[in-house]
Protein backbone atom coordinates (compact mmCIF):
# COMPACT_ATOMS: atom_id res chain seq x y z
CA UNK A 1 0.00 0.00 0.00
CA UNK A 2 1.17 3.59 -0.78
CA UNK A 3 1.99 4.98 2.83
CA UNK A 4 0.95 9.21 3.36
CA UNK A 5 2.40 11.40 5.33
CA UNK A 6 1.79 14.87 6.31
CA UNK A 7 3.58 17.83 8.02
CA UNK A 8 3.46 19.55 10.48
CA UNK A 9 0.70 17.39 12.54
CA UNK A 10 -0.41 20.24 13.99
CA UNK A 11 0.17 24.31 13.49
CA UNK A 12 -1.87 27.47 14.95
CA UNK A 13 -2.06 30.10 12.62
CA UNK A 14 -2.37 34.02 13.21
CA UNK A 15 -5.42 34.99 11.21
CA UNK A 16 -3.84 36.57 7.80
CA UNK A 17 -0.58 34.95 7.76
CA UNK A 18 0.07 32.27 5.70
CA UNK A 19 0.19 28.11 6.25
CA UNK A 20 1.53 25.23 4.89
CA UNK A 21 1.14 21.99 5.13
CA UNK A 22 3.03 19.06 3.41
CA UNK A 23 1.95 15.80 2.46
CA UNK A 24 4.75 12.87 1.13
CA UNK A 25 3.82 9.31 -0.73
CA UNK A 26 5.60 6.51 -0.30
CA UNK A 27 5.83 6.00 -4.00
CA UNK A 28 5.06 8.35 -6.89
CA UNK A 29 1.63 9.91 -7.98
CA UNK A 30 2.25 10.57 -11.23
CA UNK A 31 -0.23 9.07 -13.89
CA UNK A 32 0.94 7.85 -17.33
CA UNK A 33 -1.96 10.63 -17.95
CA UNK A 34 0.45 13.62 -16.88
CA UNK A 35 -1.66 13.67 -14.08
CA UNK A 36 -0.93 13.61 -10.12
CA UNK A 37 -3.53 11.51 -7.68
CA UNK A 38 -3.36 13.48 -4.90
CA UNK A 39 -6.34 15.56 -3.27
CA UNK A 40 -6.79 17.55 -0.27
CA UNK A 41 -9.34 17.47 2.21
CA UNK A 42 -10.93 19.29 5.35
CA UNK A 43 -12.80 18.63 7.87
CA UNK A 44 -14.28 21.03 10.11
CA UNK A 45 -15.24 20.56 13.38
CA UNK A 46 -18.50 18.38 13.80
CA UNK A 47 -18.78 18.39 9.86
CA UNK A 48 -17.93 16.09 7.11
CA UNK A 49 -14.94 16.45 5.11
CA UNK A 50 -15.01 18.55 1.71
CA UNK A 51 -13.14 18.57 -1.03
CA UNK A 52 -10.54 21.66 -1.36
CA UNK A 53 -8.25 20.74 -4.29
CA UNK A 54 -7.70 17.44 -6.66
CA UNK A 55 -5.18 16.08 -8.86
CA UNK A 56 -2.34 18.10 -6.67
CA UNK A 57 -3.36 21.61 -8.27
CA UNK A 58 -7.25 21.64 -9.14
CA UNK A 59 -9.18 23.91 -6.59
CA UNK A 60 -12.69 22.72 -6.19
CA UNK A 61 -15.77 24.02 -7.01
CA UNK A 62 -16.51 27.12 -3.93
CA UNK A 63 -12.94 26.78 -2.52
CA UNK A 64 -11.50 30.24 -1.91
CA UNK A 65 -8.92 31.36 -4.28
CA UNK A 66 -6.04 31.87 -0.82
CA UNK A 67 -6.25 27.82 -0.83
CA UNK A 68 -3.78 26.47 -3.40
CA UNK A 69 -1.87 22.79 -4.11
CA UNK A 70 1.23 22.03 -5.50
CA UNK A 71 3.67 19.36 -6.44
CA UNK A 72 4.43 16.44 -8.05
CA UNK A 73 5.67 12.68 -7.54
CA UNK A 74 6.32 11.83 -4.41
CA UNK A 75 6.07 15.27 -2.86
CA UNK A 76 2.83 18.18 -2.18
CA UNK A 77 1.81 21.32 -0.76
CA UNK A 78 -1.62 23.03 0.54
CA UNK A 79 -0.65 26.48 0.88
CA UNK A 80 -3.14 28.59 2.59
CA UNK A 81 -1.90 32.12 1.33
CA UNK A 82 -4.25 34.13 4.15
CA UNK A 83 -5.36 32.28 7.07
CA UNK A 84 -9.04 32.65 8.13
CA UNK A 85 -10.95 31.65 11.27
CA UNK A 86 -13.13 29.24 9.54
CA UNK A 87 -10.19 27.49 7.86
CA UNK A 88 -9.79 25.84 11.33
CA UNK A 89 -9.67 21.95 11.22
CA UNK A 90 -8.18 18.73 10.00
CA UNK A 91 -6.61 19.28 6.70
CA UNK A 92 -5.74 15.26 5.20
CA UNK A 93 -4.00 14.51 1.80
CA UNK A 94 -5.22 11.22 -0.15
CA UNK A 95 -3.81 9.19 -2.62
CA UNK A 96 -6.11 8.18 -5.51
CA UNK A 97 -3.55 5.97 -7.70
CA UNK A 98 -4.38 2.90 -6.58
CA UNK A 99 -6.54 0.24 -4.71
CA UNK A 100 -6.32 0.59 -1.44
CA UNK A 101 -6.58 4.63 -1.26
CA UNK A 102 -5.07 6.07 1.58
CA UNK A 103 -5.31 8.83 3.56
CA UNK A 104 -2.15 10.75 5.26
CA UNK A 105 -2.52 11.07 9.21
CA UNK A 106 -4.25 14.66 9.24
CA UNK A 107 -3.21 17.69 10.22
CA UNK A 108 -4.75 20.08 12.83
CA UNK A 109 -4.56 23.67 11.94
CA UNK A 110 -6.33 26.30 14.79
CA UNK A 111 -5.64 30.05 15.26
CA UNK A 112 -3.08 31.53 17.53
CA UNK B 1 -28.05 20.79 -6.17
CA UNK B 2 -25.86 17.11 -5.49
CA UNK B 3 -27.17 15.42 -2.18
CA UNK B 4 -25.77 12.09 -0.90
CA UNK B 5 -27.67 10.63 2.68
CA UNK B 6 -26.50 7.64 4.06
CA UNK B 7 -28.91 5.32 6.58
CA UNK B 8 -28.98 2.15 7.78
CA UNK B 9 -26.85 2.66 10.90
CA UNK B 10 -26.86 1.66 14.12
CA UNK B 11 -26.14 -0.19 17.27
CA UNK B 12 -25.09 -3.72 16.15
CA UNK B 13 -23.86 -6.88 17.78
CA UNK B 14 -20.55 -8.28 17.10
CA UNK B 15 -20.71 -10.91 14.13
CA UNK B 16 -23.95 -9.62 13.35
CA UNK B 17 -24.40 -7.86 9.59
CA UNK B 18 -25.80 -4.60 8.56
CA UNK B 19 -26.69 -2.72 5.10
CA UNK B 20 -26.17 1.00 4.90
CA UNK B 21 -27.57 2.69 1.79
CA UNK B 22 -26.72 5.24 -0.20
CA UNK B 23 -29.29 7.46 -1.84
CA UNK B 24 -28.26 10.65 -3.94
CA UNK B 25 -30.42 12.70 -6.01
CA UNK B 26 -29.19 16.32 -7.84
CA UNK B 27 -27.16 14.23 -11.16
CA UNK B 28 -27.23 11.17 -13.28
CA UNK B 29 -26.13 8.41 -10.53
CA UNK B 30 -25.17 5.79 -13.07
CA UNK B 31 -22.20 8.06 -14.24
CA UNK B 32 -20.40 7.94 -11.09
CA UNK B 33 -18.36 5.94 -9.20
CA UNK B 34 -18.85 5.55 -5.23
CA UNK B 35 -17.03 5.77 -1.94
CA UNK B 36 -17.20 4.54 1.07
CA UNK B 37 -14.86 6.38 4.11
CA UNK B 38 -15.27 5.66 7.77
CA UNK B 39 -13.67 7.57 10.87
CA UNK B 40 -13.56 5.92 13.82
CA UNK B 41 -14.41 7.98 17.09
CA UNK B 42 -11.30 10.26 17.46
CA UNK B 43 -9.48 9.35 14.68
CA UNK B 44 -8.29 9.98 10.89
CA UNK B 45 -10.42 9.23 8.11
CA UNK B 46 -9.70 5.13 6.78
CA UNK B 47 -10.58 4.63 2.92
CA UNK B 48 -12.91 1.56 3.26
CA UNK B 49 -13.34 0.73 -0.47
CA UNK B 50 -15.15 2.40 -3.85
CA UNK B 51 -17.57 0.96 -6.48
CA UNK B 52 -17.19 1.94 -10.65
CA UNK B 53 -20.04 3.21 -12.55
CA UNK B 54 -21.11 0.61 -14.91
CA UNK B 55 -19.50 1.59 -17.98
CA UNK B 56 -16.67 0.91 -15.77
CA UNK B 57 -18.24 -2.93 -14.92
CA UNK B 58 -19.58 -1.45 -11.23
CA UNK B 59 -16.49 -3.06 -9.74
CA UNK B 60 -16.19 -2.92 -6.68
CA UNK B 61 -12.77 -2.68 -4.52
CA UNK B 62 -11.92 -2.72 -0.57
CA UNK B 63 -9.21 -2.24 1.80
CA UNK B 64 -7.65 -5.24 3.13
CA UNK B 65 -9.28 -4.79 6.79
CA UNK B 66 -13.11 -5.21 5.06
CA UNK B 67 -11.97 -7.72 2.63
CA UNK B 68 -14.25 -10.40 2.29
CA UNK B 69 -16.28 -9.09 5.10
CA UNK B 70 -17.90 -6.32 3.31
CA UNK B 71 -19.59 -5.40 0.02
CA UNK B 72 -20.37 -2.92 -2.08
CA UNK B 73 -23.22 -3.11 -4.22
CA UNK B 74 -25.22 0.19 -6.70
CA UNK B 75 -28.43 0.19 -8.00
CA UNK B 76 -28.34 2.69 -10.89
CA UNK B 77 -32.16 2.22 -11.16
CA UNK B 78 -32.88 3.95 -7.06
CA UNK B 79 -30.08 5.68 -7.07
CA UNK B 80 -28.21 4.45 -4.64
CA UNK B 81 -25.34 2.83 -3.04
CA UNK B 82 -24.96 0.16 -0.92
CA UNK B 83 -22.48 -1.08 2.13
CA UNK B 84 -23.45 -4.88 3.37
CA UNK B 85 -21.34 -5.07 6.26
CA UNK B 86 -20.85 -8.65 7.76
CA UNK B 87 -19.33 -10.53 10.21
CA UNK B 88 -18.96 -7.33 12.23
CA UNK B 89 -15.82 -6.71 14.65
CA UNK B 90 -16.14 -3.92 17.59
CA UNK B 91 -12.75 -2.21 15.54
CA UNK B 92 -15.63 -1.85 12.97
CA UNK B 93 -17.42 0.98 15.26
CA UNK B 94 -17.00 3.94 12.99
CA UNK B 95 -19.18 7.33 11.03
CA UNK B 96 -19.47 6.14 7.48
CA UNK B 97 -19.71 8.29 4.86
CA UNK B 98 -21.03 7.44 1.46
CA UNK B 99 -19.11 9.95 -1.09
CA UNK B 100 -19.96 10.71 -5.17
CA UNK B 101 -16.39 10.21 -7.03
CA UNK B 102 -14.76 12.18 -9.79
CA UNK B 103 -12.22 11.29 -11.76
CA UNK B 104 -9.83 8.27 -10.84
CA UNK B 105 -10.83 8.57 -7.40
CA UNK B 106 -11.16 12.00 -6.02
CA UNK B 107 -13.75 12.25 -2.89
CA UNK B 108 -16.05 15.41 -4.32
CA UNK B 109 -19.52 15.00 -2.64
CA UNK B 110 -19.81 13.96 1.08
CA UNK B 111 -22.67 12.76 2.56
CA UNK B 112 -23.06 13.77 6.65
CA UNK B 113 -22.24 10.01 7.92
CA UNK B 114 -24.27 7.54 9.81
CA UNK B 115 -23.00 5.72 12.73
CA UNK B 116 -22.31 2.25 12.98
CA UNK B 117 -21.55 1.47 16.64
CA UNK B 118 -20.69 -2.77 16.76
CA UNK B 119 -21.27 -3.69 20.52
CA UNK B 120 -22.18 -6.86 22.38
Known amino acids: DIVMTQSPLSLSVIPGEPASISCRSSQSLLYSNGANYLDWYLQKPGQAPQLLIYLSFHRASGVPDRFSGSGSGTDFTLKISRVEAEDVGIYYC?????????FGPGTRLDIK | EVQVVESGGGLVEPGRSVTLSCTTSGFTFGDYAFGWVRQAPGKGLEWVGCITSKAYGGTPGYAASVKGRFLISRDDSKSTAFLQMNSLKTEDTALYFC???????????WGQGTQVTVSP
Open chain 2, 99 to 109: IRQIDRATLAD
Open chain 1, 94 to 102: MQGLEIPRT
